[in-house]
T-cell receptor, first 110, second 114 residues
């Protein structure tokens, strides 16, 4: 059974800092990973996906994948209060049946 | 260009009643997934459907829960004889394809069992 583990947090960073969110996965054969953001009481929304080893940048967000270490991370540069949310890491390899971590709650303090 | 539509947004049921949750996928999407989220917990996969077929129901309790995605109309998640432990947010998601496709989530149905 696939497992995805995330630091439970909560993680608190000051405005303008870099927030680093980490995730490990159990299935060495997994290929595709997604980061979703979920505001309190709302539905998850996709913010990044990564399929290849290395870094992928999109604006203030950078996803990193290290398949050898079975490790995925999300960096948020210049963090803003509006980034305060729960971030969900998902292993989406299994024919779309994504396995989610329990999420890391991020608070960005003004 | 509507996204994934779920209804109702909130549903209150007494113990023993039935709950029916509806989901219309994003236009052009034929893959539908149901997830459950308990308070302060992550999303747990329940079932994956395509039109008229259940592809994977490994996350769905064997009793009281059922799901369908008919040829016409929305996908339905049905919970019979609800118990307080069924209180949760139920999210439907759809995707364009099966493999490596990101999920697009609906706004969820918050079920409260009294």
């Amino acid at each position: 059974q696939k497992e995805v583990e995330q630091n439970s947090g909560p993680l608190s960073v000051p405005e303008g800092a870099i927030a680093s969110l980490n995730c490990t996965y159990s299935d060495r054969g997994s290929q595709s990973f997604f980061w979703y953001r979920q505001y309190s009481g709302k539905s998850p929304e996709l913010i990044m996906f990564i399929y290849s080893n290395g870094d992928k940048e999109d604006g203030r967000f950078t996803a990193q994948l290290n398949k050898a270490s079975q490790y995925v991370s999300l960096l948020i540069r210049d963090s803003q209060p509006s980034d305060s949310a729960t971030y969900l890491c998902a292993d989406g390899t299994n024919a779309g049946k994504s396995t989610f971590g329990d999420g890391t709650t991020l608070t960005v303090k003004p | 260009n509507a996204g994934v539509m779920q209804n109702p947004r909130h549903l209150v049921r007494r113990r023993g009643q039935e709950a029916r949750l509806r989901c219309s996928p994003m236009k052009g999407h034929s893959h539908v997934y149901w997830y459950r989220q308990l308070p302060e917990e992550g999303l747990k996969f329940m079932v994956y459907l395509q039109k008229e077929n259940i592809i994977d129901e490994s996350g769905m309790p064997k009793e009281r829960f059922s799901a369908e995605f008919p040829k016409e109309g929305p996908s339905i998640l049905r919970i019979q004889q609800v118990v307080r432990g069924d209180s949760a947010a139920y999210f439907c998601a759809s995707s364009l394809g099966a493999g490596d496709s990101p999920l697009h989530f609906g706004n969820g149905t918050r079920l409260t069992v009294t």
